[in-house]
């Protein structure tokens, strides 16, 4: 049974996202979080059997915090290589503002063994990035597609690239480069050529 989340819940992960980043995973105790959150420590297991469980709900915030703001800065758009390039930016801004937390991420789902979560999480803006395909591929802005395949594919290798530049820390090129050869390898795959 999935528990509702409360303002409680919400005061747990954003503290536990906050002493995790501070003290690292090791160092971070369940007495830490609860204080910090400003609930009592029994709070704390109505929402998480142990500090490890945190990992998949502090995934889906950082997820849910990113495709928001894309949501929203796409909002009203209808140009397939407009809304690639705010899906693109805003993946570098949240990778390079929540580096630590999605190390933290990584790590602990691959500690807790939990792909399901993983691609759980995922679903939502897998299904929304297939319908903004479809819809490209309708009005004849990118070739025709599997859109399914295609939609977790180019979500990957954006994130992928994000991730080598801020926490690989890929050197020789400054993000805006790096976005912007992003960008040019999907028109070269995606466009229609003339």
């Given at each position: 049974m999935e528990k509702v989340k409360s303002d409680k819940y919400e005061r747990i992960l954003q503290a536990a996202i906050e002493v995790i980043s501070e003290k690292g995973m090791e160092k971070a105790s369940i007495s830490d979080i609860v204080k910090r959150a400003e609930v009592a420590q029994g709070t704390f297991y109505l929402y998480f059997r142990s500090k490890n469980a945190l990992i998949p709900a502090i995934a889906e915030n950082l997820l849910a915090y990113s495709f928001g703001k894309i949501q929203k800065k796409t909002q009203g758009k209808s140009d397939f290589w407009d809304i690639l390039r705010v899906m693109i930016d805003e993946t570098f801004e949240?990778?390079?503002?929540?580096?630590?937390?999605?190390?933290?991420?990584?790590?602990?789902?691959?500690?807790?063994?939990?792909?399901?979560?993983?691609?759980?999480?995922?679903?939502?803006?897998?299904?929304?990035?297939?319908?903004?395909?479809?819809?490209?591929?309708?009005?004849?802005?990118?070739?025709?597609?599997?859109?399914?395949?295609?939609?977790?594919?180019?979500?990957?290798?954006?994130?992928?690239?994000?991730?080598?530049?801020?926490?690989?820390?890929?050197?020789?090129?400054?993000?805006?480069?790096?976005?912007?050869?992003?960008?040019?390898?999907?028109?070269?795959?995606?466009?229609?050529?003339?």
């Open positions: 949240t990778t390079n503002r929540y580096k630590d937390v999605i190390v933290l991420c990584y790590s602990g789902l691959a500690f807790e063994n939990s792909m399901e979560t993983w691609e759980a999480i995922y679903t939502p803006y897998y299904q929304w990035f297939r319908e903004i395909l479809t819809k490209a591929v309708e009005a004849e802005q990118i070739l025709p597609v599997n859109v399914k395949w295609h939609a977790v594919m180019v979500i990957n290798l954006m994130e992928n690239e994000a991730e080598r530049f801020y926490i690989a820390k890929e050197t020789g090129s400054t993000p805006e480069k790096t976005k912007l050869e992003l960008f040019q390898f999907f028109k070269r795959s995606l466009g229609i050529r003339s």
